[in-house]
T-cell receptor, first 110, second 113 residues
Framework: GDSVTQMEGPVTLSEEAFLTINCTYTATGYPSLFWYVQYPGEGLQLLLKATKADDKGSNKGFEATYRKETTSFHLEKGSVQVSDSAVYFCALSNDYKLSFGAGTTVTVRA | NAGVTQTPKFRVLKTGQSMTLLCAQDMNHEYMYWYRQDPGMGLRLIHYSVGEGTTAKGEVPDGYNVSRLKKQNFLLGLESAAPSQTSVYFC????????????FGSGTRLTVV
């Protein structure tokens, strides 16, 4: 079945460092791909999405490009802030449902 | 602008007790979902609904039941709680198929002792 694999964390960075979180997927058909973010004690929030191959999703300085040839949707941010500390989830759409990766915990130190 | 509201936020149950988690959305969304979140496992789909009066099983439905009698509410029931059901439960809703993206509630932390 469809599945998502994320790089394992936790990831600890200094402020202004470059962040990459790897995400690869296995799917039949042509799913949409998503990144969700979960701040401490809260539910998940949609960060960005891409609906077809070569699309780039972007929001709040984060970017991810839908790469069909490598079945990947890696999340990047050029200069992280302490406020970016959160758990990040990669997900793909499968009919009516989203399938999520295990999540990557990111901690940014001042 | 409430969005998706889950009640209760916290609950401790004894093994064998029953309870119902309530999810309410005020966005007129057709689709609603219940997930559980466990460390290292991400979110796993328990049950979902594609409209009022409909429900369907997800990846991990055993031990849970659901009902969607009103479009705005999606109830998750545990008939006989087990320690393996200790988890954080999230409800989500969507205006269309999963491509639209979900709006999540803030979660219910359930501990079964």
């Amino acid at each position: 079945g469809d599945s998502v694999t994320q790089m394992e964390g936790p990831v600890t960075l200094s402020e202004e460092a470059f962040l990459t979180i790897n995400c690869t997927y296995t799917a039949t058909g042509y799913p949409s791909l998503f990144w969700y973010v979960q701040y401490p004690g809260e539910g998940l929030q949609l960060l960005l999405k891409a609906t077809k191959a070569d699309d780039k999703g972007s929001n709040k300085g984060f970017e991810a490009t839908y790469r069909k040839e490598t079945t990947s949707f890696h999340l990047e941010k050029g200069s992280v802030q302490v406020s970016d500390s959160a758990v990040y989830f990669c997900a793909l759409s499968n009919d009516y449902k989203l399938s999520f990766g295990a999540g990557t915990t990111v901690t940014v130190r001042a | 602008n409430a969005g998706v509201t889950q009640t209760p936020k916290f609950r401790v149950l004894k093994t064998g007790q029953s309870m119902t988690l309530l999810c309410a959305q005020d966005m007129n969304h057709e689709y609603m979902y219940w997930y559980r979140q466990d460390p290292g496992m991400g979110l796993r789909l328990i049950h979902y609904s594609v409209g009022e009066g409909t429900t369907a099983k997800g990846e991990v439905p055993d031990g849970y039941n659901v009902s969607r009698l009103k479009k705005q509410n999606f109830l998750l029931g545990l008939e006989s709680a087990a320690p393996s059901q200790t988890s954080v439960y999230f409800c989500a809703s969507s205006s269309g198929p999963a491509d639209y993206g979900y709006t999540f509630g803030s979660g219910t932390r359930l501990t079964v002792v």
